[in-house]
């Protein structure tokens, strides 16, 4: 048995595992090489979770120690597990705050909103109407209202092509290997992928190539994840 534990947010079907932070987490324990297990969470009764208060996940439990939110996780991995870090210098650090800086700016603006209304369908009954009210108050809309706009999937697939220039210089976006420049690109994609298979946009060639690789590289982990509306 593991001593390390990441509670992870899930859907009706506890086998979807959909949020983009856990999978920023996991994708920080796959690279470590680390043995793990998870714990399937809804978002629903915040009393299951391991810190109750704090209410949000993921948590990763090591030992005696708890560690919360996805940033912090990956901070205390490189500190504990520092044999095959995350990033590697002053200048890998530079382009993980630019795709970080991308997340915020381009995808998460044209993916959220078209994500929204899937993910609610994939809860249930009470945890879709607290996400559906928790988001509609956030952000003044209906979920529905959220992704009726048909520039959406033109903005998603603009800001996919972003990350093309850098995928033609190398296969990954941290050069020959993987790093945390990939995890933070690729976390969002994996929570389209854990809750439709719906084609929202035209997805750049060598951004499907990327990903298809970065699979390979964790023996395939990403191709076997479950999917809530497929």
């Not at 979807?16 to 793990?36: D, I």
């Not at 990954?172 to 994609?189: C, E, R």
Request: proline content about 7%; overall charge negative.
């Amino acid at each position: 048995m593991s001593d390390i534990t990441l509670y992870d947010l899930a859907a009706r079907d506890k086998n979807v595992r959909f949020s983009p932070f856990c999978w920023l987490a996991k994708f920080g324990l796959l690279h470590k090489g680390l043995e793990f297990e998870t714990v399937a969470l809804g978002f629903l009764p915040k009393s299951a979770y391991p810190d109750p208060d704090y209410g949000k996940l993921p948590i990763l439990k090591h030992g005696d120690e708890l560690v919360r939110d996805s940033a912090k996780i990956l901070s205390y991995l490189e500190k504990k597990f520092p044999e095959k870090p995350l990033i590697d210098g002053v200048e890998e650090q530079k382009r993980v705050d630019r795709y970080q800086s991308w997340l915020g700016e381009a995808l998460f603006p044209a993916l959220g909103p078209l994500m929204f209304h899937r993910v609610a369908t994939a809860l249930p009954a009470d945890e879709a109407a607290y996400f559906t009210e928790t988001r509609e108050e956030r952000f003044g809309k209906t979920l529905e209202d959220l992704a009726d706009d048909p520039l959406l999937p033109v903005k998603f697939q603009a800001a996919l092509e972003l990350l093309v220039p850098e995928l033609k210089k190398s296969d990954f976006l941290g050069g020959d290997q993987p790093d945390l420049s990939d995890y933070v690109a690729a976390s969002p994609l994996m929570w389209q992928r854990s809750i439709t298979h719906e084609k929202i946009c035209t997805t750049p060639p060598r951004v499907t190539k990327w990903l298809e690789k970065l699979s390979a590289h964790f023996d395939g982990y990403l191709d076997n994840i479950a999917c809530a509306n497929c």
